[in-house]
């Protein structure tokens, strides 16, 4: 695993930034996985600058999103569908068939997956997966069990999580209980991985993914088992 400890916030998402927009220049069909949170916020407003000044073009980029809350109505504030347009998709010339997010408000959940999973894997496989860590090393939200799935499927979340991320509700009791994720079967299989973390939040979950011990009680360390990770950090 490639490590980059950065200095800030604004640091780690310039980086995020820049390895995406490098990407795409590369491969202008890129095919790339992402995250939402707070922790990729920033790149994503760095790549809404450098689309505006022309130095990144996504006309021919694919997107997969890692997970969705389920039961949630895609038009909901805290859908991820809404987050990812609010934050990216909107403000960059993204084609809207190539955006694919699990959807909140499909009837059958697994068949949801089913059909995800079976995208997936027509568009070739993501090139540059970004990731995201929750506070117990959950990646997407293949949340710590004693298995973890491998495909697309339709998960509880853990008591942590839903605390952690009832700060972008009115409370806990408003946060869904159960989200649609990519599994970690999906997400090993993207040819490169970024996984960007603030040490200080995620003290724990990011010294067991340097430790480079592999347990799935911290999801986050199956990637230690990957042959192009960079893990970048600050705090
Ligand atoms: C959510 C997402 C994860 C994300 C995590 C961390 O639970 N499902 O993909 O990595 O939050 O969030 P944050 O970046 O806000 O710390």
């Known amino acids: 695993m490639k490590v980059v400890k950065v200095n800030s916030y604004e640091e780690m998402s310039a980086y995020i930034a820049e390895r995406i927009a490098c990407q795409i220049k590369e491969k202008p069909q ?13 790149a994503y407003e760095k790549l809404c600058e450098m689309y505006k000044e022309n130095k990144v073009d996504f006309s021919c980029v694919t997107t997969f999103n890692l997970d969705e809350y389920y039961p ?7 859908s991820y569908r809404y987050f990812m347009e609010e934050k990216l998709f909107s403000k960059v010339n993204i084609k809207k ?18 059909l ?3 995208k997936l894997e027509k568009s070739g496989g993501v090139d540059l997966q970004i990731l995201g860590i929750g506070v117990n090393g959950h990646i997407g939200f293949n949340e710590p ?27 806990e009791l408003e946060v869904p209980t159960h989200a649609i994720t990519m599994g970690i079967g999906s997400i090993m299989k993207a040819k490169s991985i970024i996984i960007a973390a603030n040490i200080k939040d995620k003290k724990e979950a ?3 993914v340097l430790g480079g011990n592999i347990t799935t009680s ?10 192009d990770v960079t893990l970048v950090y600050y705090g």
């Open 30 to 42: 890129s095919v790339l996985g992402l995250a939402t949170g707070s922790t990729p916020v920033g």
């Open 72 to 78: 949630i109505n895609p038009d909901d504030k805290n």
């Open 97 to 114: 068939e190539n955006i694919n997010i699990p959807s909140g408000n499909a009837p059958d959940a697994a068949l949801e997956c089913k």
């Open 116 to 118: 995800y999973d079976e």
């Open 145 to 171: 069990a004693d298995t973890l799935c491998s495909g697309t499927h339709l998960t509880e979340l853990a008591k942590e999580t839903i605390a952690s991320n009832s700060r972008f509700f009115k409370n």
């Open 206 to 208: 990011v010294e067991k």
């Open 218 to 227: 911290c999801p986050a360390t199956l990637l230690c088992a990957h042959r």
